[in-house]
């Protein structure tokens, strides 16, 4: 039995085993032997060679590393900025210095226009054509020909806060209509904050409510924009105090929608 062969402590104490026993050693065969059993496998139209050396230099390793191939796109009919392309590229490293936005609101309540202001300040060769908007981030045929926002378009500048500190800017224009609503979606999970166009005119609507009900549920900081300030003097023909309440009443109905939402 095989337990006789070993003691307690699994050390062998069976007879002495003969590693060079004749029985066990196999002939090697000579070339020739070697070369007509290849030629008998692969038949006369294959070579077969036995190297005895390694043909391959020690300098060369074996497993060849991976070489990284940098390569840089640049497109030559960029509009001039007032800032440098190389500056941009190099706040994109610096994390700390980036902030993503969500421009959002009420469809018609001035959010592509808001962010027409930005890029005419950043922008000094895109400015508006007459009365017609410069609508920088409506890049589809039909949003142009519509004149509303259907996909969520993001665009990056680089601004300065009020201590002339230069930050980097992602902003995503999304859709008012509440059709849309998945793009806003898209864009709340990948922004840092939200900036919530209100037109003062119309005040709180039905997607306003919604917006700020998700950014209530997403925990992003709520920026609130009173935008078309100009048609309470156009249109409804307020005086400067009346103008004021309307103001009020529109930041007083917002803050409590919150309030009673966080609640």
Do not use: W
Request: include cysteine; glycine fraction near 4%; hydrophobic fraction near 35%.
């Amino acid at each position: 039995m095989d337990s006789d062969l070993y003691d307690e402590f699994g050390n062998y104490i069976g007879p002495e085993l003969d590693s060079d026993d004749e029985e066990e050693m196999q002939p090697v065969g000579n070339e020739e032997e070697q070369n007509d059993d290849a030629m008998e496998v692969y038949g006369e139209g294959v070579e077969a060679l036995v190297h005895e050396e390694d043909a391959q230099p020690l300098t060369e390793p074996i497993v060849k590393p991976v070489k990284l191939r940098r390569f840089q796109a640049q497109e030559n009919l960029l509009p001039e900025t007032v800032y440098k392309k190389d500056f941009l590229v190099d706040l994109t490293s610096k994390p700390e210095l980036i902030r993503n936005l969500a421009i959002a609101g009420h469809i018609h309540h001035g959010k592509t226009s808001f962010i027409d202001c930005l890029v005419e300040q950043t922008h000094p060769d895109l400015f508006r054509y007459e009365d017609r908007d410069l609508r920088y981030s409506d890049r589809l045929f039909i949003e142009q020909q519509r004149g509303c926002s259907i996909k969520t378009q993001p665009v990056t500048l680089v601004m300065s806060s009020s201590r002339n500190k230069s930050y980097l800017l992602n902003i995503f224009d999304t859709p008012g209509h509440v059709n849309f609503s998945d793009e806003c979606t898209a864009a709340f999970r990948l922004s840092d904050g939200v900036v919530i166009i209100v037109d003062v005119h119309e005040g709180m609507m039905l997607n306003t409510e919604r917006l700020l009900r998700h950014a209530v549920q997403e925990r992003l900081p709520i920026t609130i924009c009173l935008n078309k300030i100009d048609r309470l003097i156009l249109e409804l023909k307020l005086p400067p105090a009346d103008a004021y309440a309307k103001l009020k009443f529109t930041l007083d109905q917002i803050n409590n929608f919150v309030h009673y939402t966080v609640r």
